[in-house]
C-alpha cells in the first residue's frame, strides 16, 4: 500500500494535510484558510454567484512574502492552474489590497511526488512540496 492510499484508508482529509504541513512552519504565522478571493457581486446578484466563489485553502503572510496555498492528497496538474487563477482573484480581492505590495510566492503541497506535475509547477514558478504526515 502506497503513502497516499494509506492516508486515504486513514481519512486524510486535504485540510489535515494543510494543518498538519502548516503546523512544520514559524508558529509566528497566522494563516487565513478558506479565503474567498475576487471581487464581490452586487447583494442582489449574491444568490447567483454562490457557486463562482473561489475559495484560496491557505494564504498567509511571512517574512514579507505574500503565501499561497493548495492542497491536494494526489498531485494534480490542475492545482497549479488553480494556485494560479487564485493569484490573479487575490489581486482583485478588496480585503488583501493593502498587501499587494508584497512579492507573492506560491505553494501547491501534496502527499506524493509526480515528476511531471512538480515540472509543470516548477515551470509555473510554483513551489511543489511532498509532505509526510507525521
Do not use: H
Amino acid at each position: 500500500m502506497t503513502d497516499v492510499e494509506e492516508y486515504l484508508a486513514k481519512k486524510v482529509t486535504e485540510t489535515m494535510l494543510l494543518n498538519a504541513w502548516l503546523r512544520t512552519r514559524s508558529p509566528d504565522i497566522m494563516p487565513w484558510k478558506r479565503v474567498r478571493v475576487g471581487v464581490d457581486v452586487d447583494y442582489k446578484k449574491k444568490e447567483a454567484y454562490k457557486v463562482l466563489k473561489r475559495y484560496v485553502d491557505c494564504i498567509f503572510i511571512e517574512k514579507d512574502i505574500l503565501y499561497i496555498v493548495e492542497a491536494k492528497l494526489k498531485p494534480k496538474a490542475d492545482a497549479i492552474g488553480q494556485l494560479e487563477f487564485y493569484e490573479k482573484l487575490l489581486l482583485e480581492t478588496p480585503e488583501f489590497r493593502k498587501f499587494m505590495d508584497l512579492p507573492i510566492k506560491k505553494i501547491f503541497i501534496t502527499l506524493q511526488d509526480d515528476a511531471s506535475v512538480r515540472e509543470f509547477a516548477v515551470s509555473k514558478q510554483i513551489e511543489m512540496i511532498v509532505f509526510k504526515m507525521p
